[in-house]
């Protein structure tokens, strides 16, 4: 059983930089595919970024690609460091694990993901 336990959230202003970070217990991230989500009220959980087993990154958009950088260290930590930061990022951030590899098709949809913590507030002011 591995259990996802994020940190790093927080109120930032516009323009700000947050580095939140998601720590594994039970195992470690070798062998997993990794994500970060992130979801508002009264929307549908979206993809923000993922580490794939092969060691490539991926994206969601354009709107975060160059601003949002996600890493592993292969141990038990995942990180996506948020630069340039915009009220529109305004969200709960949940990072999910799942063993073994993704297309990179299945690597953006929610059910693929076997574990997720409990999600961090990420708030940014204008």
């Known amino acids: 059983q591995v259990q996802l336990v994020e940190s790093g959230g927080g109120l930032v202003q516009a323009g700000g930089s947050l580095r939140l970070s998601c720590a594994a217990s039970?195992?470690?991230?070798?062998?997993?595919?990794l994500a970060w989500f992130r979801q508002v009220p009264g929307k549908e959980r979206e993809f923000v970024a993922a580490?794939?087993?092969?060691?490539?990154?991926r994206y969601s958009t354009d709107s975060v690609r160059g601003r949002f950088t996600v890493a592993r260290n292969n141990a038990k930590n995942t990180y996506l460091q948020m630069n340039s930061l915009k009220p529109e990022d305004t969200a709960v951030y949940y990072c999910?694990?799942?063993?073994?590899?993704?297309?990179?098709?299945?690597?953006?949809?929610?059910?693929?993901?076997?574990?997720w913590g409990q999600g961090t507030q990420v708030t940014v002011s204008s």
């Open positions: 999910a694990a799942k063993p073994g590899g993704l297309s990179d098709s299945d690597t953006r949809l929610v059910y693929p993901y076997t574990y």
């Open positions: 039970g195992r470690t991230f070798s062998s997993y595919s």
């Open positions: 580490s794939t087993l092969s060691g490539r990154t």
